[in-house]
């Protein structure tokens, strides 16, 4: 569906099933398992790199590239707290270095304290 946004393909309606989705406990969209939306978080961080790697098959706009940008210090900064809060330490430590490194580290350490004091 985002390759659909990129190439600027607009939604329309049609008169059949194009997508279904099965709703079931293993699912990372709607399960509340901690370990589980963590792993749904770190598929954002992928995607969001893919499609930032891939920009000479198919070139990203300003704004595609600041919204993958900012995913990936979003999500990186969630996975850090939800580590804490699981009290992985050494998960919420890595992935606080990783954040530093791939990002501007003024810009995750922003996100970061934003995300720490959200519910």
Sequence with gaps: MIRFLLKGIKGKDVDCVGYNYLYHSGSLTFNNDPLRRQRLVE???FIAKKFLAEQNELPLGKFWQKSFKKWIKKYRAKLVKSNLELKNYQAAKKHF????KENNNILFLFYLI???FRK
């Design 43 to 45: 598929d954002k961080i």
């Design 97 to 100: 270095y990783i954040g530093l």
């Design 114 to 116: 934003k995300t720490l």
